[in-house]
């Protein structure tokens, strides 16, 4: 069996393909293979698979199920310790893989650990070093825009982009898989979440490089899509992980930063579509926590809470 198995999610990202999966086949350290996960593509992106890359294995699914299906699909197949999700826009240093596997078995508890991701646009700088969380209700990027020679040292990380990750097969099955429910964003800083509360950590890992075009299957920064997705995804990540107390707690915090996200969308023309995010955000919280998605407190997770409260309202002098 091999030590990893690397899962690629795709949607009509035949542009993209060549490019990933050339750069995985010159890998320094081979203990892993490849799963691609197809959301339904009408590109060639499996033709091109087949013909030109026979020892990935293809898993079909026969519509855009959204991203978290996609990967827990491939997660499902795998038979491996670990398990490596990477974006099909993404191109890997060679030692990527092995940068990755030996990072996450440094720290006995860690759950993930996230590569340095770099905009394949602008070498000089930053798409992400792991990802932050405030108690504004903000998820952003660390380091996003900045040189990559500032973020090169390994730390803890409230989660990590799910776009160039490692994550422990055992712990993935113990904590749960990627939550359905978000279909695409916020999953990977949900997961995150879950897995602190539980005392495990997350770990940004630098000496694991990859450059990242970012948007490749949504196609921009903003759009419709993108934004009501987001604001739906972060109402649902916040009625899902923090208990009634710590919600009360933030809530003169995450007023605030709600209000401040409508008027940057709003000035950007989305203020409708963010607005209507926040209320599918509601209505699906309520649905998810009928079928028992919320997550339970513990008193023995309280200290985990705690730390976790700790970081959100750091984080909040971080973004601003």
């Known amino acids: ?26 890998q320094t350290w081979r203990d892993f293979y490849t799963i691609l996960v197809d959301n339904g593509s009408s590109d060639g992106s499996l033709e091109l698979v087949k013909t030109r890359y026979p020892e990935v294995e293809i898993v079909s699914l026969p519509e855009n199920l959204g991203f978290c299906r996609a990967v827990n699909e491939g997660i499902r197949k795998a038979e491996a310790e670990y398990v490596i999700l990477l974006n099909n826009d993404t191109q890997v240093f060679p030692d ?15 759950f993930s650990a996230g590569a340095m991701m770099i905009q394949a646009h602008d070498h000089e700088k930053l798409d992400a070093a792991g990802d932050y969380y405030s108690a504004l ?55 995150g979440y879950r897995a602190r509360i539980q005392g495990y950590e997350n770990w940004y890992c630098p000496e694991a490089k990859v450059y990242h075009i970012g948007s490749g299957t949504s196609g921009s920064r903003y759009n419709q899509f993108k934004i009501r997705y987001s604001s739906r995804n972060n109402i649902y990540l916040i009625h899902k992980n923090m208990p009634v107390p710590q919600m009360i707690l933030n809530l003169p915090f995450l007023l605030a930063g709600f209000a401040v996200k409508l008027l940057f969308f709003a000035l950007k023309g989305y203020g409708r579509e ?3 995010g ?19 407190f513990r008193w023995k997770n309280l200290k985990n809470y705690l730390k976790i409260q700790v970081e959100l309202w750091i984080n909040v002098f971080r973004r601003l």
Not at 1 to 26: F, S
Not at 155 to 163: K, T
Not at 282 to 294: A, D, H, I, M
Request: proline share 3%; with cysteine; net charge positive.
């Open 1 to 26: 069996m091999h030590k990893a198995a690397v899962v690629i999610p795709n949607y009509n990202g035949i542009q993209y393909l060549e490019t990933c999966l050339d750069a995985l086949r010159q």
């Open 96 to 110: 990527f893989a092995e940068q990755l596997y030996r990072g996450i078995r440094c720290h006995d508890r860690a």
């Open 137 to 191: 209700g903000w998820a952003f990027a660390r380091g996003k825009g900045k040189p990559p020679a500032k973020y090169s040292r390994a730390c803890r990380v409230f989660a990590v982009c799910a776009g160039a990750a490692i994550y422990r097969m055992d712990l993935l099955k113990k904590i749960g898989l990627f939550d359905e429910a978000h279909f695409a964003y916020l999953e990977d800083l949900d997961m």
């Open 274 to 276: 963010y607005a209507a």
């Open 278 to 296: 926040i209320k599918n955000g509601f209505s699906l919280s309520r649905q998810e926590e009928n079928r028992g998605k919320k997550v339970k």
